[in-house]
């Protein structure tokens, strides 16, 4: 039975592997966005964590989880002698490897953290049935990889521990890569392994060369990471250069987050939001079950009394310390927690599991910002078949606006040598040739002048386009469709749509109500991408 149903789940996170939701901007702009124009000569913006004097993230981390994969198909179209692999190909070649990641080594990791074999099975089929493993463990994020590096932490902990014969030196290597690579990619890494690590202080008193061991390995490691990194921030450094003047992207980082400052400029959270609305948004019932458990007997309840209950549970009480929580941070204690939770085949439970992680699946797997990537997909095609139905023969300067929405992954372009129009079209829309604007959530009428500023006069072919929910009312009045919209100066006429796409950042329950709010978010859901074009007398 549980082998069915773990298949059925797996089949599940294919899916959600492979559906194009958007669960925040850092999934490409902290990841595919830095190494696609380095790599494929895709348009790419890089953020500010790479562009500051003193850079706070690294890519030694980020080397074999998009570089690699990018290089081989670069190669691989090359030597086919197709010039570089389409957008859509990269997208989800990355999508299907952060699937297997989380398949193989997430699921690998817990089958071997639950130490009863009786828990085993039941411990693995519940962390896939979390809709956490099958979105943000599948999504391109920093985090979803610290969850395998802390899984993997724990485990070879375990390993160095109950190893009492003989010193395991490819252990040791493989502990302090962990390591290295853990802290280079989130220096939120050490708060999940410092309490379980206290584990190996009496082996080190045993065994004073294996803590010599893991140090060595780690500085070669750590020197390795630096390297990387200071060549990446200054490609004409000299090996003497890089020596006397190093980046050290963790210090970098440590040093940026605990000025509060720049910490307010992300957003300021309560300390205990990590536990009383994150957690649970992330466990639902799982974490309703554990929360009352701890009001029987005994306090701790003996399913709890474990390393890997200590690391989450840890690990949430110094990051509560720091006042930007995000429920991401909180990716690594999802299945450490889940291989806590005894159900004892409750009904009940089951029944809301089931409903909870089925509900946010969907949202946070499909409908969350999910036209954003279809869009930029299509964008160039969307452009030059609207240039051609209006008999332009040559691809013309494109603007493309951006309102309520994530910020585009500018990488999703393409290359120029897929810049492929439809028939009829005599000339292909370059990537150069479309310049995007990310306009954010501004004021609706602030938007409208930025685009009046920008739309030709009348008569001229209209270069500047408009993508933003649909569920987004201000757009009505520039709709000729719609009526009392003939009149505006500005008119949108809509070429294309996405349905499902849900923008949860247009809810507004004080001014419009509960009712009208879902209504218009919820059933006028969708992505649209419209022509901007002045009205002509």
Known sequence: MW???????????????????????????QGPEVFAGRVLAYPSQLPWEFTSSLPIRSVFPLWP???????????????????????????YALRAGMFLLSFVLEDWAIYELVPSPRHRRATVVLVASSYVTWTYQTHTFSNSLETLLVAWGLVLIRRIVE??????????????????????????????????GLQLLPYFQR???????????????????????????????????????????????????????????????????????NLTQLLGPAYIVMILSLFSRPIIPFAMRNARALSAISATFILSIFPHQEPRFLLPCVPLLLSCVRMHRNRLFLATWIIFNAAMGFLMGVYHQG????????????????????GIKSAPEASVFWWKTYSPPHWLLGAEDHANGPAGADAALNTSSISTFDLMGIPGSEMISRLD???????????????????????????????????????????????????????????????????RVVGRRGLGVWSVRRRCK
Not at 4 to 27: K, N, W
Not at 65 to 91: A, C, D, H, N
Not at 371 to 390: D, S
Not at 497 to 513: P, T, V
């Open 65 to 91: 989880i998009y570089e690699v994969p990018m290089s081989l198909l670069k190669w691989f179209y090359t030597e086919i002698g197709s010039g570089s692999p389409p957008p859509q190909l990269v997208y």
């Open 207 to 277: 065994k004073p060369a294996s803590l010599a061991a893991i140090i060595g390995f780690g500085l070669l490691f750590s020197l390795t990471a630096i390297y990387i990194d200071t060549s990446f921030y200054r490609p004409t450094a000299s090996i003497l250069s890089i020596i006397r003047d190093p980046i050290i992207t963790p210090l970098n980082n440590i040093l940026y987050n605990t000025d509060k400052s720049n910490l307010a400029l992300h957003g300021i959270h309560p300390h205990h939001q990590h536990f009383l609305a």
């Open 453 to 519: 500023s920008s739309v030709p006069s009348c008569g001229s072919l209209s270069p500047v386009y408009l993508v933003a929910p649909v569920s987004a009312t201000f757009l009505d009045a520039y709709i000729p469709d719609l009526s009392g919209a003939e009149s505006a100066d500005l008119q949108l006429y809509r070429l294309w749509s996405y349905r499902q796409h849900l923008n949860l950042d247009d809810m507004d329950f004080a001014e419009d109500g509960v009712r009208e709010t879902l209504g």
């Open 3 to 29: 082998r069915r149903t773990y298949l059925l789940l797996l089949l599940i996170r294919v899916y959600f592997a492979l559906s194009p939701s958007y669960l925040h901007p850092d999934e490409h702009f």
């Open 371 to 390: 036209g954003i990537v279809p869009a930029q997909l299509a964008m160039r095609e969307i452009i030059t078949t609207n240039t051609a139905a209006q």
């Open 163 to 196: 190893n009492k014969q003989r010193s395991s030196y490819f252990s040791y290597a493989v502990f302090s890569f962990i390591a290295v690579v853990g802290v280079f990619n989130r220096i939120t890494f050490p708060a999940f392994l410092l309490f379980p």
